[in-house]
């Protein structure tokens, strides 16, 4: 099986992500690449990483008008693009093409929890319950049956995959305080002036308390899991921690009941027993963001005393976090095999 994929906003770095990823994935093909203003350069002027691996020029960025008919003849297409352009595309896209969107214009079932959090209204909030949410470890049986999938935030992935057994098993209650560290590449690859590396280097800062836009994300998974309200027991707080790949989550909890490491441990093991991506290395051992780097991996380490729990996870925001879960999803809404492309290991050190 060859999946014919074209990736819009190929110049960014989610979307450069994508294109690393796919290049030497063995069941797809890249088709076209879009930018916006860089369009036309080449790919690898864009990408260095990829001379001598990629030889094509970037398409112009496909509009409400065109998309259609630039879409027609692929099996699926990749949404790279800042938050809320994605929306002005997608109800143009033909349903025999599928949608893997890496922004956050699909995520939020409510187009009023998205106002509130994204500064804008929704254009297509009629596309919104056909998407779904593309944790692959929490909603696989879904995403295998979906045409539009909403590709999780970065900050979100990390969170929910450290929180979601133990909330499955309803062994919290509340507060649930999720801390989290970025890296710079979270920000994409226009300089801001938040963003800037005189800024962000040899520095350490926290940002957006109480409204980050992944605290509805994460609150509505939760609820999809569960069928219980979450919002309200949850505080995220991140932080710009001073390297350039990679998310930190330490996430303190509250057990209803005390539990003991190792039983912790099993109810991690048996949530994630079919989840290769997901690697729990034991009580008392905190992942490290460089294992994980350029992987599709997010490793899981936690530690107990009575009833207060902490868990921590890493992951690479441009992988796990964005490009290779979205690859990740493809890959089980072909029925391909769920690693294929993706059994990369990270460097050492
Ligand atoms: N970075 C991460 O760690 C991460 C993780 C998870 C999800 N995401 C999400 O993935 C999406 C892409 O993120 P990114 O980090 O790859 O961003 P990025 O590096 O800033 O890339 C943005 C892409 O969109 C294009 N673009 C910029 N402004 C545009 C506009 N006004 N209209 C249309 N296209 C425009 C850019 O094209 P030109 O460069 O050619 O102008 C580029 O291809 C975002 O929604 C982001 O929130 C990012």
Redesign the pocket.
Known sequence: MTIRVGIV???????GELVRLLLFHPAAEIVWVA?????GRSIAEVHPNLRRLAEFRLLP?PTAETIGSLTEGLDCVFL????G?SMELVPRIPESVKVID???DFRLKDPEVFKAHYGQSHRAPEQLERFVYGLTELQRAEIARASRVANP??FATAVLLGLAPLVAARQLIGPVIADAKTGS??A???PLETTHHPRRANSFFAYKPFIHPHLPEIAQALTHLVEDRWLEHLLLQVHSAPVVRGIFASLYLTLAEPMRAEEIGDLFHQFYADAFFVRLLGPNVSPDITWVKHTNFCDIGWAVQGRTVIIFTALD??VK??AGQAVQNMNVMFGVEETTGLKWPGSHP
């Open positions: 906003g190929g110049s960014g770095y989610g979307g930018a916006h203003e860089q369009a960025l790279a693009l800042p938050h352009r890496l922004a956050g935030g970065c590449s979270g994409g690859a226009k925001n441009l976090g964005a």
